[in-house]
């Protein structure tokens, strides 16, 4: 996607799915990376999911930045394995729980809430001074471990949260709600909490733009 602000100006939310966000981030290139940015700062929505979460964070030199979270990544020696990534934890299912801040946006849903997990952003803490801080609308009450280290490092971080940036919002989804049997209805909202409001104008339908395709 080589494009300006100027052609994202009449959608309402941008939608960065799974995949492999360092391909979703050549894609869009610096041209489009600076139009997203700049789409959310003047009051755009996005909802990151799994690779769009970590296209959000400001982990990495080629992530979009606007959101102050750090990602757990790095190679660990595993015991009795060799070097592995602390990111590789494989697909499986695990457990989320809303916070009271995430039931006003999804309902108020008590208990866990099974759903599909494929290798998504384990978000352990902020990573920059000059970004307001993330607010956690979901935390994992389970995780997926393939290797020692990584157990315990799961658990009680933020599997939801929403962020402010400029005058937009902003949603990153570490797991697959999309593909989880019942719990589709969390993207569905995830859009319409971070939709663009425009002044003077009914708003009966929010406009997501697809994301570029990963190459």
Sequence with gaps: MRSSSNSLSRFDVLIFPGGRA???????GEEGRRAVKEFIRSG???VG???GAFLASAQYKWSLGFVNTRTLHGDREMPGIGIRSMADRGPGSVQIELTPEGRSIFGDRS???DISF???PVFPGPMRDDL????PLAHYSTELA???PQRGTMIGTPAIFAAPFGAGRVISISPHPETTKG???LVRLAVLATARTRANEPQPHAQAAPAPPTR
Excluded: R, V, W
């Design 111 to 113: 208990g866990p809430l």
């Design 22 to 28: 360092h391909k979703q981030a050549d894609a869009l």
């Design 118 to 120: 494929s290798g998504g």
């Design 49 to 51: 999911i799994c690779a």
């Design 146 to 148: 393939n290797y020692t």
């Design 132 to 135: 307001p801080p993330c607010i």
């Design 44 to 46: 755009g929505g996005y």
């Design 183 to 185: 719990a589709e209805f």
